[in-house]
């Protein structure tokens, strides 16, 4: 540390120099089956300079002014040693490295001390940076951004929501968040699922609140004035399917099928695309161990990498329902989504799905080789990609994948030109 540090610098030293210390804060302990305290040393200034909940009380004219030692009754310690060692160190690799639970119970305590608008900006930023990873806690997140008015955070949320919506409008949380949440979730322009689906969420979460009727029927009204389609991109088809009408499943013996844990597939695609999302056909065999399985949830983890260490990666958890419980279909379509990511054109990418749940369970089907132009893929488990051009211009390729001896003009009439007889398939 530079000689010349002011104050400012040398705070932190405080936290752990016993010598000057001139109050303790009596806490209770982390434990729900004890009763018991721990006393917590610090110092006056420090605590009145961060808080203005102590400053009131240590500086003001309340009784505890003159006191040695304050008792907060129903804050735990561990909370309260995360907000005091914000009080001296600032934002810090331990306050980082909170889990979203702590994050939430520090949050709560230091709006309780009045510490709200010195750590607001660096907690939301914390907190939006850190939705994809706490995922399947984003309506917990929403509802709390919403009630502490954290509008960073609810961008990071509403952005997040509306790349998976598929997925979080059948969530079990989702039927008990407030109003104010609905009428954002509502008010998003585009999401990955359909208009239908919206609807019937949307019912679904009347159906388990109390509400005015003219409320009920406002938000219907704003759903379904909503021009569809909502994706974030169009869906093309790897494959010549149609939903609803049975795939000729390769001739197989069904006795000799073996319950598979993970299915791996490489594409390269013709032109650089923002993929949003991709589409598998799960299936039920006919034999004795897949009668069990008639209709459900289970999560299954996707990942999309290339061989390059610089090119995008996705990795996430997706929930996808089944129902093999209508005649005689033994296969349905299911659809993951996820942020938009760039894949670059004649770039192999690898497509790999796993079980996250032990036992039996759906198979993926493995298409032949690809009859579509867009991509080329000897066989591959996905059926279809939701994807965009990347390129700003309506190019075939995005700007980095572009010629460096072209002027843009030139760039761009050599890309529309090239190769006409795929631009329909990505329009």
């Known amino acids: 540390m530079m ?193 239908l689906f919206l609807i019937k969420a949307i019912r679904c979460w009347i159906s388990h609140n109390s509400l005015d009727i003219k409320v009920k029927n406002d938000l219907l009204d704003s759903v379904r004035s909503k021009k569809a389609p909502f994706f974030k991109g169009k869906k093309a088809k790897l494959y010549d399917y149609y939903p609803g009408r049975p795939i000729a499943m390769q001739s197989m013996d069904m006795s000799a099928i073996s319950v598979k844990r993970s299915y791996s597939s490489s594409i390269r695609f013709r032109k650089c695309i923002m993929l949003t999302g991709i589409s598998v056909i799960l299936w039920k065999p006919d034999s004795k161990q897949y009668r069990q399985i008639e209709k459900g949830a289970i999560d299954l983890k996707v990942d999309i990498s290339s061989r390059s260490e610089y090119d995008p990666f996705v990795s996430r958890i997706a929930t996808v329902t089944y129902d093999f419980t209508h005649g005689n279909e033994n296969q349905t379509e299911v659809f993951i989504f996820f942020p938009q990511i760039k894949v670059c054109a004649d770039k192999l990418y690898t497509y790999t799905f796993s079980w996250i749940e032990d036992g039996i369970h759906p198979e993926i089907y493995q298409f032949g080789k690809s009859t579509k132009v867009s991509a080329v893929c000897q066989s591959s488990y996905v059926a279809s990609v939701y994807r965009c051009l990347a390129s700003e211009l309506g190019c075939n390729q995005c700007e980095t994948c572009r010629p460096d001896n072209d002027s843009l003009y030139g760039w761009r009439r050599w890309a529309l030109d090239e190769d006409s007889s795929m631009e329909s398939d990505y329009s």
Not at 24 to 50: C, E, F, N, Y
Not at 169 to 176: E, M, S, Y
């Open 3 to 195: 000689m010349n540090d002011g104050f400012e610098g040398h705070v932190k030293d405080l936290f752990s120099d016993q010598t000057y210390i001139d109050i303790k804060i009596v806490v209770d302990q982390d434990s729900k089956t004890s009763k018991g305290t721990v006393s917590i040393p610090a110092h006056r200034l420090v605590l009145a300079t961060m808080s203005d909940y102590f400053r009131t009380m240590l500086y003001g004219q309340f009784i505890e002014a003159n006191k040695s030692e304050i008792r907060l009754f129903g804050v735990p310690n561990s909370t309260f040693q995360h907000c005091l060692r914000f009080m001296y160190f600032g934002w810090d690799t331990t306050l980082e490295n909170m889990s979203l639970d702590e994050g939430m119970e520090f949050y709560s305590l230091a709006r309780m001390l009045l510490m709200e608008s010195k750590l607001k900006e660096t907690f939301s930023e914390w907190i939006a940076n850190n939705v994809s990873k706490w995922e399947k806690q984003l309506w917990t997140i929403f509802v709390m951004a919403d009630e502490c008015d954290l509008p960073v955070v609810s961008d990071a949320c509403e952005e997040h929501f509306t790349d998976v919506a598929n997925e979080f409008l059948i969530n079990d949380t989702f039927r008990t968040i407030p109003l104010s949440v609905i009428k954002k979730v509502i008010a998003c322009e585009k999401m990955n699922c359909t208009k």
